[in-house]
């Protein structure tokens, strides 16, 4: 969990998730990108990158779990995964 310093105004704090947020935002745009080149490349299958995709929601949920984070927080999370899941399914049948 992002932990703002107490002397920051509101808007200050506002901004400096923001940072947060478009940072986590970049790496996942990254990441998705790179599975979905190595798909195009023939050097990941497309059924491990969705049996790693599912992993890593599956892992996600066991560290909310250890963490009580939020349920909100956690379908967040999982929902970002899925959506990287979803966009793997747009390969042809023959590709999975």
Sequence with gaps: MITMPDNLSPIAQAE????????GEAALLLVESLI???ID????SVDDAVK?????????LEL????????QTTE????LLMSIYQSLLTYPAKAI
């Design 16 to 23: 400096d998730k923001t940072r947060y947020d478009a940072a």
């Design 36 to 38: 979905h080149e190595l």
């Design 41 to 44: 490349r023939s050097v990941l």
């Design 52 to 60: 790693t995709v599912n992993a890593a929601a599956e892992i996600r």
């Design 64 to 71: 909310a779990d250890d963490r009580g984070e939020s349920r």
């Design 76 to 79: 967040q999370s999982v929902s």
